[in-house]
């Protein structure tokens, strides 16, 4: 039985992520179904229901943190997707990751382009 933060959390990550949110879920479930539990209840059951921030500003800053970490290239496609899903446009998303340049430098800049490109082309 699931705990009401793993509910909390599963509802969370359906609302901001969707289909993609719950792929990257099922796919640990052969693995390590201790951590999916953590990546719902952590995450999604105790920071994203915060009230201090709406859930596009949630994104804005982890498609910002992600991009600069220039090194998690299938996290960032699913918060864009998330992105996408919870208000941000196409061109919000670019200016984010154009924005994390400045940061980051020019190579994480670049991989998160392309990696919004093929989300973008995936139908969003």
Not at 15 to 25: F, K, L, M, R
Not at 34 to 58: C, H, M, N, Q, V
Not at 83 to 98: D, H, P, R, Y
């Amino acid at each position: 039985m699931k705990s009401q933060r793993f509910k909390k959390g599963w509802e969370k990550l359906k609302e901001v992520d969707g289909s993609a949110g719950e792929n990257v879920i099922n796919s640990l479930k052969d693995i390590a179904p201790e951590f999916a539990d953590l990546l719902i209840e952590f995450p999604f059951g105790d920071i994203y229901t915060r009230d201090a921030l709406d859930l596009k500003s949630r994104e804005i800053a982890t498609v910002a943190a992600l991009t600069v970490m220039g090194n998690a290239a299938p996290q960032l496609k699913v918060h864009i997707h998330a992105a996408l899903n919870v208000g941000c446009s196409k061109e919000e998303i670019v200016e984010i990751i154009m924005q994390m340049s400045v940061y980051g430098g020019f190579p994480c800049a670049l991989n998160a382009l392309f990696v919004a490109k093929e989300v973008f082309n995936d139908g969003n």
